[in-house]
């Protein structure tokens, strides 16, 4: 496995896998890699003859300097882990590496509207961050596929926008959230739950199902599935944070067209911010 932190290099390593016409899969990450981190990398490992994973804690989507610098980061563990699902390439550069001019000096990529529906979820400047080191991390390795996780539904959406209006010929393929056995969504930031918090935080798909049996039963309106939620999060401990049940494409609202609905959920438990994400076929 090789492990590379330098740009010339990558891209000499990339193009001697080019001439020789082997198909590339990026996974892009920001390492603390966990169960539902190495589903992604297991099922590029099926696909192609060159597995990439990129781990780089991009600074330009972080909104809070404190949230970027306590980001749990496991880089030792991290490769043990790769080594052992056969990644081929690790590129692991430093901020300096791929913002040498600073972020203030940084050409950005921005995908309008995608970006700035659901405001309660995200802020538009974490898109434009996350958008900006995709566009560069696709440009520096171009991979004929890359997968990314359904967790971050929102995400998934604006990346799949950005292929098409920035003529990458890059497949992008989504993998359904993998979960604890009591239904958490696996994420980096659970390791900054306490068992009390963690055990709270179950309730956060508990409640997302809750939203999606009464859009299948048509019981109540989007306003009042939404209000009834946001009370039963408050009542299970947990402080909304974005709560949005938009069509599945568009991610505007539901209308009489809208094949599939997607429920997008946000929710703090103490410092910690969780998010969760489920599709329900309407």
Same mark, same amino acid.
């Given at each position: 496995?090789?492990?590379?932190?330098?740009?010339?290099?990558?891209?000499?390593?990339?193009?001697?896998?080019?001439?020789?016409?082997?198909?590339?899969?990026?996974?892009?990450?920001?390492?603390?890699?966990?169960?539902?981190?190495?589903?992604? =990398?297991?099922?590029?490992?099926?696909?192609?003859?060159?597995?990439?994973?990129?781990?780089?804690?991009? @600074?330009?989507?972080?909104?809070?300097?404190?949230?970027?610098?306590?980001?749990?980061?496991?880089?030792?563990?991290?490769?043990?882990?790769?080594?052992?699902?056969?990644?081929?390439?690790?590129?692991?550069?430093?901020?300096?590496?791929? *913002?040498?001019?600073?972020?203030?000096?940084?050409?950005?990529? +921005?995908?309008?509207?995608?970006?700035?529906?659901?405001?309660?979820?995200?802020?538009?400047?974490?898109?434009?961050?996350?958008?900006?080191?995709?566009?560069?991390?696709?440009?520096?390795?171009?991979?004929?596929?890359?997968?990314?996780?359904?967790?971050?539904?929102?995400?998934? =959406?604006?990346?799949?926008?950005?292929?098409?209006?920035? &003529?990458?010929?890059?497949?992008?393929?989504?993998?359904?959230?993998? %979960? &604890?056995?009591?239904?958490?969504?696996?994420?980096? %930031?659970?390791?900054?739950?306490?068992?009390?918090?963690?055990?709270?935080?179950?309730?956060?798909?508990?409640?997302?199902? *809750?939203?999606?049996?009464?859009?299948? +039963?048509?019981?109540?309106?989007? +306003?009042?599935?939404?209000?009834?939620?946001?009370?039963?999060?408050?009542?299970?401990?947990?402080? @909304?944070?974005?709560?949005?049940?938009?069509?599945?494409?568009?991610?505007?609202?539901?209308?009489?067209?809208? %094949? &599939?609905?997607?429920?997008?959920?946000?929710?703090?438990?103490? &410092?910690?911010?969780?998010?969760?994400?489920?599709?329900?076929?309407?």
């Amino acid at each position: 496995m090789l492990i590379i932190k330098k740009l010339p290099k990558l891209k000499y390593i990339i193009k001697e896998f080019h001439k020789k016409n082997k198909s590339i899969a990026l996974v892009p990450t920001m390492g603390n890699l966990h169960d539902g981190h190495l589903k992604l =990398v297991s099922e590029a490992r099926k696909n192609s003859d060159i597995l990439v994973v990129s781990i780089f804690i991009n @600074p330009m989507q972080f909104s809070d300097n404190n949230d970027l610098l306590t980001y749990p980061r496991t880089l030792n563990e991290d490769y043990k882990k790769l080594k052992k699902h056969h990644v081929d390439l690790v590129f692991v550069p430093k901020s300096t590496e791929i *913002y040498p001019n600073g972020l203030k000096n940084q050409t950005y990529v +921005n995908v309008p509207i995608l970006s700035s529906f659901l405001k309660d979820m995200y802020c538009p400047i974490h898109f434009q961050g996350v958008t900006t080191i995709v566009s560069k991390l696709f440009n520096l390795i171009q991979p004929n596929m890359a997968y990314f996780g359904e967790k971050d539904f929102q995400q998934l =959406v604006i990346i799949r926008k950005m292929i098409i209006d920035m &003529n990458f010929s890059i497949d992008v393929i989504g993998i359904p959230t993998v %979960r &604890n056995k009591d239904g958490l969504a696996l994420s980096s %930031r659970n390791i900054h739950l306490n068992p009390q918090e963690l055990k709270l935080a179950t309730n956060l798909n508990k409640i997302m199902n *809750y939203i999606a049996y009464q859009l299948v +039963n048509k019981k109540l309106n989007i +306003n009042q599935i939404t209000t009834q939620a946001k009370e039963m999060l408050l009542n299970k401990g947990l402080k @909304p944070d974005g709560l949005a049940i938009c069509d599945e494409i568009t991610l505007d609202k539901l209308t009489i067209q809208s %094949r &599939n609905a997607a429920i997008l959920i946000a929710a703090k438990i103490g &410092n910690t911010r969780l998010i969760d994400y489920q599709k329900v076929i309407l």
